[in-house]
């Protein structure tokens, strides 16, 4: 279900000190992942919901998902996992099932202006694994923000607290200086617990809206 994108109700007054925005990879800076789960069903000719079915709804999908998550399995082993699920073959499954991923321009841009204001920007993302698919390369995250947190090179993903706390402590800001943006509602919690003014991102022209109304910067 969508909901509209929103500021937590937890956060300080709009248009506060804040020193960096952290932004999720996955629905964010990209196109969205159910776009892309659609795109490769069609592509394999399976049902439109079977791909997403297998790896956010079945428990073993989801259960390999976390696994690939904290680097406790491999992107192979997660291809061979949910080729097994889909009755598929396995080889480069990821690479495959994200062909059609694209930059969300409007946000992607927005970031670039951000920083450019001297507003720190960070990625924090759980990681779909890097070989031999390296989903983030195109979007050349180190040269594009200051910090970047992929789960699998920490052992700990998101939801758990550690994951943010890390983050804060790589950009040596407390979580009232921070803006933390994702798709994932559930992903946003423990982000306000640490103080972290959170927004909700499920369209990017609302997400680029909430922050221009947190950090005035010129397009």
């Known amino acids: 279900m969508t909901h509209p994108s929103a500021v937590s109700p937890q956060s300080p007054v709009p248009g506060g000190p804040y020193a960096a925005v952290i932004f999720d990879f996955g629905g ?20 439109d919901d079977a791909y997403r079915h297998a790896v956010a709804v079945d428990p073993t999908g989801r259960q390999l998902y976390a696994q690939l998550e904290r680097g406790d399995i491999s992107q192979e082993e997660w291809n061979t996992g949910i080729a097994s699920l889909l009755g598929i073959d396995g080889t480069n499954l990821m690479g495959r099932a994200l062909a059609t991923l694209r930059p969300e321009q409007a946000v992607v ?14 990625i924090l993302s759980n990681s779909m694994g890097m070989a031999p698919h390296n989903p983030y390369a195109p979007w050349a995250l180190d040269a ?8 699998e090179q920490h052992r700990m993903r998101k939801p758990d ?11 040596g800001l407390p979580g009232s200086a921070c ?4 798709d994932n509602p559930g992903n946003l919690v423990p982000a306000q617990k640490l103080g972290i003014t959170t927004i909700h991102a499920t369209d990017p022209d609302r997400t680029v809206a909430q922050l221009r109304r947190l950090i005035p910067y010129h397009q």
């Open 161 to 171: 607290p550690e994951i943010y706390e890390l983050t804060l402590e790589l950009l």
């Open 144 to 151: 594009s923000h200051d910090v970047v947190v992929l789960s």
């Open 109 to 122: 841009t927005a970031a670039a202006q951000i920083r450019a204001t001297g507003v720190r920007t960070a």
């Open 28 to 47: 964010v800076l990209t196109t969205p992942m159910d776009d892309t789960a659609l795109c490769f069903a069609r592509e394999i000719g399976l049902p």
């Open 179 to 182: 803006i933390f943006v994702d």
